[in-house]
């Protein structure tokens, strides 16, 4: 079980918007910064958002992050079928002296 | 770019070796983390090394086991994990950490390179 939790799955027709939550606790959301990251079936993880809300220039704009308190959101917009992936949030613990990973959470494309 | 080597087939109370080879950016100046997924779960944090060598902290799942080192001079990472079980087959992934100074300490803040992963099969 992992520290940081996330929702196994969710999905949405192409064209929506979702959203996939994060949460975790003082010592991690609430003092560090998130970052997320796409696995794409038989691909290395990919970062697609850091410092809670920031995308790397190759990631489009339909990826948005976001936080509040002891909780991140990863919003995908105008989804396409090849969003279809394993999203997973990540963060330093301080108290533990540890990389946390969500569980991840499975998007499906409808 | 960072290419990881050294996976296969290892005994159940063996060991393993992992190398990661990296190029295109100044090494010394990253810290660097080695990442593992097994069959059919998510990705759990093995371990994470600072830029000059002087921190190293560890999973759970590996800590008393594993020991990542890095050779500055080869810009190359590794990762040895010794009395392998079954619970460590996996892909190993490497890459690099990038850091942040919050209140006056560097953390890790995300991870921005990743390798294509070594396959780790522990089995009899």
């Known amino acids: 079980q992992s520290v940081l939790t996330q929702p196994p799955s969710v999905s949405a027709a192409p064209g929506q918007r979702v959203t996939i939550s994060c949460s975790g606790s003082s010592s991690n959301i609430g003092t560090n910064y998130v970052s997320w990251y796409q696995r794409l079936p038989g691909t290395a993880p990919k970062l697609l958002i850091y410092d809670d809300n920031k995308r790397p220039s190759e990631v489009p704009d339909r990826f948005s992050g976001s936080k509040s308190g002891t909780s991140a959101t990863l919003g995908i917009s105008g989804l396409e079928t090849g969003d279809e992936a394993d999203y997973y949030c990540a963060i330093w613990d301080s108290s533990l002296s540890s990389v946390l990973f969500g569980g991840g959470t499975r998007l499906t494309v409808l | 770019q960072l290419v990881e080597s050294g996976g296969g087939v290892v005994q159940p109370g063996g060991s393993l070796r992992l190398s990661c080879a990296t190029s295109?950016?100044?090494?010394?100046?990253?810290?660097m983390q080695w990442v593992r997924q097994a069959p059919g779960k998510g990705l759990e944090w093995v371990a994470i090394?600072?830029?000059?060598?002087?921190?190293?902290y560890y999973g759970d799942s590996v800590k008393g086991r594993g020991t990542i080192s890095r050779d500055n001079s080869e810009s190359t990472v590794f990762l040895e994990i010794n009395r392998l079980t079954a619970d460590d087959t996996g892909v190993y992934y490497c890459?690099?950490?990038?850091?942040?100074?919050?209140?006056?300490?560097?953390?890790?803040?995300?991870?921005?390179?990743w390798g294509q992963g070594a396959l780790v099969t522990v089995s009899s």
């Open positions: 890459a690099r950490v990038r850091y942040a100074l919050v209140r006056g300490v560097l953390i890790p803040y995300y991870f921005d390179y």
């Open positions: 295109g950016f100044t090494f010394k100046s990253y810290g």
């Open positions: 090394i600072w830029p000059d060598g002087t921190e190293d």
